[in-house]
């Protein structure tokens, strides 16, 4: 797996997006979780990093299915958990996409930015 912490379009929000996510995988074996209540912290196309105060272990390969809506464009995106961070009360995770959400990324970030200046 390719970590993509250096893109060159890594959008780091002041106040972070709301966002719903479950878990979908566990080491391979579809499962289904209820939602969690996570924050997005930062996004690029290939990836984000969340915050939740769920503390999920990363030793088995995870896959995620997170929600959120930027600036009026929703999103859902299907993410492998890289890694994960204890902070505060909450936990980070860095996750990276399964699927190509370049273009989403983008259109919704450039929504946010435009919204943000007006």
């Given at each position: 797996m390719r970590y993509r912490r250096h893109e060159t379009l890594r959008y780091t929000f002041e106040t972070p997006i709301p966002a719903s996510f479950k878990i979908i995988k566990v080491d391979g074996k579809k499962t289904n979780t209820s939602s969690g209540k996570a924050h997005i912290l930062d996004i690029s196309p290939g990836g984000?990093?969340?915050a939740t105060?769920?503390?999920?272990?990363?030793?088995?390969?995870i896959q995620f299915f997170v929600e959120t809506t930027i600036s009026g464009i929703n999103l859902t995106i299907t993410?492998?958990?890289?890694?994960s961070k204890p902070f505060?009360?909450?936990h980070h995770y860095g996750l990276d996409f399964l699927e190509d959400y370049h273009e989403d990324v983008v259109k919704a970030l450039k929504a946010y930015k435009k919204q943000r200046v007006e």
């Open positions: 984000l990093k969340m105060e769920m503390k999920i272990s990363l030793e088995k390969p993410a492998n958990g890289i890694w505060g009360k909450s």
